[in-house]
């Protein structure tokens, strides 16, 4: 069995199994690629903000991002539509098109993978070897759309059309045999991204490239007459599912690794105290965590179940009572008060810490680790 760059913690839980369970860590260097996961929506829907890609976090991995300041309503929600033999897509709606794209507009769904994961590709090198691409690919408009690889700081790029002939209908989209980029920067990103995979629908021409090549600049998308539809549309809605970006010059069946590798992979991005299948936020005493003040200072330790190792994590409290955040619930009195500090943030764990607490009231907190990339 040959296990690829998985978490410390998947790599045991393989090993584990492998003696009941014919398993072989998958080559996709995506998480979630069937988007059966999705922490923390939990299927409901987000709401794009304008330019911010954090808004845009949807089932684990999946971000959708879009930039034009009169296209409104813009949503992503994991959904349970997909091809035949698969369960769940990520789904991104227009609610009200633009009245034009603008050289600088775009609407794409991504993911990004860590610099750790693409390591033997030796991109930058002379040795650069080929990866190969495929996603399932439904929309609401027939059109020509591309999909694209990005160097995380977004200075060399991949370009790749695929055309949509018929609307709303399940197409597998099958990009093989993607040279390997033998020059430019491959070091980390901003937020430590190696590599986006980067399917977009909508671009203006500052994001146009003739593409099938390298090419120094951040681009996203091929000229023609169907660059701007998706984002002015009303209503338009396009959608990704059964994705895999590989290693080498084919594209093979695409391997659904198990549901608790896929959690461990997820888990290595984000974690939270509530239960699965409990949105972030959602009013619940399922999960928090409880501690009795002795002081007028209540503490809480956070313990992640697997560890978190991107230096760029941040943890978010929530009153279990109300779900507003940045709160701690005082269960005795019945009343919310604010977190004051977070100490002692490692990988493994944090420590919380409420002032203005009463000594022998019980308080509770739910709290999510984020170390998502985007």
């Known amino acids: ?39 923390a929506n939990e299927g ?59 050289s600088g507009d775009w609407l794409m ?6 610099p750790e994961d693409m390591h033997d590709l030796e991109f930058g090198t002379a040795n650069a070897a080929p990866v190969s691409a495929s996603f399932w690919f439904k929309s609401s408009l027939p059109g020509t759309f591309a999909f694209a690889l990005n160097n995380g700081p977004g200075t060399r790029n991949f370009t790749i059309p695929f055309t949509i002939s018929m ?15 033998v020059g430019g920067n491959w070091a980390p990103g901003t937020h430590n991204q190696g590599m986006w995979f980067q399917v977009t629908v909508a671009a203006g021409s500052t994001y146009q490239t003739a593409g099938r090549q390298w090419v120094d600049g951040d681009f996203i998308m091929v000229p023609g007459p169907t660059t701007s539809l998706m984002l002015t549309t009303s209503g338009a ?34 974690q939270k105290t509530y239960s699965q299948g409990t949105g972030i936020g959602t009013p619940t005493s399922i999960g928090q965590r ?57 990988d493994r764990s944090a420590t919380l810490s409420a002032s203005g607490a009463t000594a022998g009231h019980l308080y509770a907190v739910q709290a999510t680790i984020d170390a998502r990339l985007y």
């Open 1 to 39: 069995m040959r296990l690829r760059q998985l978490s410390f913690a998947a790599k045991l839980f393989a090993l584990a199994c492998a003696w009941s369970t014919p398993v072989r860590a998958a080559e996709n260097l995506l998480i979630n690629p069937f988007a059966e996961i999705d922490q």
């Open 44 to 102: 409901g829907p987000a709401t794009l903000t304008n330019f911010s890609s954090a808004s845009g976090r949807s089932a684990d991995g999946w971000v959708a991002f879009y930039k034009n300041d009169t296209a409104t309503g813009v949503t992503v929600q994991q959904v349970e539509d997909a091809p035949v033999g698969l369960k769940n897509s990520v789904k991104v709606t227009v609610g009200t098109g633009a009245k034009s794209v603008e």
């Open 109 to 114: 769904l991504y993911q990004a993978i860590t």
């Open 167 to 181: 609307a709303n209908t399940w197409t597998e989209i099958v990009l093989p045999s993607i040279p390997g980029d």
């Open 237 to 270: 809605s396009f959608q990704v599912t059964g994705a895999q970006l590989v290693k080498g010059a084919t594209v093979g069946p695409l391997e659904h690794r198990p549901f608790p590798i896929e959690m461990l992979l997820c888990g290595s991005r984000f």
């Open 290 to 346: 409880v501690m009795v003040a002795t002081g007028q200072t209540v503490y809480f330790n956070i313990d992640f179940g697997q560890p978190i190792v991107r230096a760029l994590r941040e943890l978010i409290v929530y009153s279990p009572a109300t779900g507003a955040p940045g709160m701690v619930r005082d269960v005795t009195a019945g009343v919310d008060i604010p977190l004051t500090s977070i100490d002692d943030f490692g």
